[in-house]
């Protein structure tokens, strides 16, 4: 039980657990379309002034360039520790102004507010990201793509906990956003850090992350279900307590791998410990009885014969060494057919290492190589670095857009509420990311192709669903929500993943947090100056403020237009949002374009990172269909 519990404690996989957990918390900005509107109608700003707020809270949410270097010089629980705090004071004081209905701060400071406060998440997302890439090296699709789908399930598992809650009052949701992720990171801070442990080769790593993946899958069919109830039919508060209970269980659930990997797995390991000592002395007295029989008869030989010659010497040694190369062999034939595999394709890999690293010593030039650890001033000279960020420009911050502005959206069509269209876009989001770090994982280990060919697919599958906002058909708001959030989210595990392999992991954490800048950029441009401004003037169009009285100056206008308790920017219809939604779409056909570029330029680099590992693979099958194992060790060879 001891042993279990300190093995627990030096758990990787609690520390990847826990991360999911600190990643749930990570992703309120995902939930500023449900409290915008609050926002909106207890301060009186207009639509531009609330895409202005919507551009404050992803710069926040987004340039961790304090994040990344701080993880450089301070431990992960100081990182987590003042994430906790940002969030707290930031949203702390916004719920202050926004519950109280007065407007006592100028509109910069509540646009630094909402900054500071969303800023806490960037300082979540690297603690957990660094801590957990480290602790999986060979596994980092399927870790940032489960860490960063987590963080963009935030909506949802915040919007059914502020349901159980029941509280009328919808300013409350911003109380619920500043408290909730500073508990959770108090409570975490010193259980996420790299552990160093990570074992060579795990054969159960495989069957944990299936589990992970089929916990996770799970968890958003239930809130699917359970938004969809919620939309669709009246619930009672005791109903949502049995909703929030249910979703309590799920995020428990992966609990049970670690105290698998700790408890049951230190037994078993503890036996094969003691099999392999007990063979491997069979294996040593095996060959130490020979060895002894013919070194007592070598010894007889040589006293009743004091005078050898050399031919006699060399023929003794010559014997002396078949009988070690026999016995030696029959040493090999007690070990473990698949450990002897591992050790063959461990020794496969060192060779082809060693081969690799000398072609490059021979043709060395100035500064690293892609796949090698970059800094990021040689990063910001290359090429591929800038690509990747422009893409991720145009598809995150066209995403971004949608995700802003959804609240309006739903008022502009006629839709009640927008809850269930922030909910379902956080679930969309969610899975786009399991499955874009799953599917780039295939693309990249398996068949050794680039990366960022998935980042191109989800960009096109955005580009449809933008169509869809734009022509506002009957059911496209449900649509488009599921075609954006799986793009967008596909984007937040295929980036980093890229990024760790192009431009190592070294300085993974200041590299990073330079990508996601794209994600306030796109969303300043496409959100703040396209979409707040379209709206706006279709509003003015509506409400007739082009047909003022000629005496009524511009600057009037200006001011009843903008002023606090004016509802001059609300607007009605499809025309709302039509021309922002055919801008999005080309911008993402724009963001595929550069991804492609990308998948053209590291086809070499990815071939070279990845299919060195699958010629190993192809090896080892070859080898087992054939069952001439020893003979596919060159050493082996030479020795026989």
């Known amino acids: 039980m001891a042993n279990g519990l300190r093995r627990l404690g030096t758990s990787r996989w609690l520390v990847l657990v826990a991360s999911m957990w600190l990643q749930a918390c990570a992703g309120v900005g995902y939930m500023y379309g449900s409290y915008s509107p609050v926002i909106k109608s207890r301060l009186g700003y207009n639509q531009k002034q609330m895409n202005t707020l919507g551009v404050a809270k992803d710069i926040g949410d987004s340039v961790g360039l304090l994040a990344g270097t701080f993880s450089d010089m301070m431990p992960s629980w100081g990182l987590i520790s003042l994430g906790g705090l940002l969030n707290l004071f930031g ?15 100028p509109f910069w ?13 960037t300082f979540f997302n690297t603690a957990a990201l660094v801590s957990c890439v480290r602790n999986f090296p060979r596994n980092r699709g399927p870790i940032v793509g489960i860490l960063k789908g987590f963080t963009g399930l935030c909506g949802a598992i915040f919007t059914l906990i502020f349901a159980a809650l029941y509280v009328p009052d919808q300013s409350a949701s911003v109380l619920l956003i500043a408290v909730g992720p500073a508990v959770v990171a108090f409570s975490l801070m010193y259980v996420i850090r790299p552990i160093g442990n990570s074992p060579e080769h795990d054969p159960l790593e495989s069957h944990y992350f299936n589990w992970i993946y089929a916990i996770c899958l799970a968890l958003a069919a239930y809130l699917m279900i359970v938004l969809l109830v919620q939309d669709f039919s009246e619930v009672n508060n005791f109903l949502s307590i049995i909703f929030a209970f249910g979703l309590f269980v799920f995020l428990v659930l992966p609990l049970a791998i670690p105290i698998h990997s700790a408890f049951a797995r230190a037994e078993q390991t503890l036996s094969f410990e003691e099999a392999g000592s007990s063979k491997l002395a069979d294996a040593s007295e095996k060959l130490k009885a020979p060895l002894l029989s013919r070194q007592h008869t070598l010894t007889g030989m040589h006293s009743s014969q004091p005078q050898t010659s050399d031919a006699e010497k060399q023929t003794k040694v010559h014997d002396e060494g078949l009988l070690f190369s026999e016995m030696e062999d029959e040493k090999l034939k007690e070990i473990p057919e698949p450990v002897r595999q591992r050790n063959l394709a461990r020794i496969h890999s060192q060779l082809l290492k060693a081969v690799a690293e000398g072609a490059v010593k021979l043709k060395r030039r100035k500064g690293p190589r892609r796949g090698e650890d970059f800094t990021l001033r040689e990063a910001l000279l290359k090429a591929d670095f800038w690509l990747l960020f422009f893409a991720l420009c145009c598809g995150a911050g066209s995403g971004l857009t949608v995700i802003d502005n959804l609240g309006q959206m739903g008022e502009a069509q006629g839709y009640s509420s927008a809850h269930i269209f922030v909910s379902m876009i956080s ?6 990311r399991l499955g874009g770090g799953y599917i780039s994982e295939i693309i990249a280990r398996d068949h050794a192709f680039p990366r960022p060919s998935m980042m191109a697919v989800a960009q096109l599958i955005m580009a449809v669903g933008h169509f869809l906002f734009a022509m506002a058909w009957p059911g496209s708001l449900y649509l488009g929500s599921l075609l954006v959030g799986l793009g967008y989210g596909a984007h937040w595990s295929i980036v980093p ?15 990073y947090n330079f ?6 950029l796109g969303s300043f441009v496409f959100s703040g100056l396209i979409a707040g401004s379209i709206y706006d003037r279709e509003a003015e ?3 007739g403020f082009h047909n003022f009285p000629a005496e009524v100056s511009e600057i009037e206008t200006n001011l009843l237009i903008n002023s606090p308790g004016s509802h001059s920017s609300h607007c009605e219809g499809a025309a709302c949002f039509r021309l922002t939604y ?5 911008i993402c056909l724009v963001g595929t374009i550069l991804s492609l570029a990308l998948v053209f330029r590291t086809k070499v680099v990815y071939a070279s990172l990845y299919g060195k590992k699958q010629h190993e693979k192809n090896i080892v099958v070859n080898d087992r269909k054939s069952g001439l194992h020893a003979a596919s060790d060159p050493f082996l060879v030479n020795k026989k």
Request: aromatic fraction near 12%.
């Open 497 to 511: 993943a890229t990024a760790s392999e192009l431009f190592g992991l070294k300085n993974f954490g200041i590299l």
């Open 427 to 432: 679930i969309w989001n969610f899975l786009g």
């Open 91 to 105: 949203y702390g004081w916004l719920w202050l102004i926004v519950s109280s209905a007065v407007y006592p701060l």
């Open 515 to 520: 990508l996601t800048i794209a994600n306030p």
């Open 109 to 121: 400071m509540i646009c630094g507010l909402i900054c500071v406060g969303t800023n806490g998440e």
């Open 541 to 543: 169009k509506q409400q």
């Open 582 to 586: 055919l801008i999005m779409t080309v």
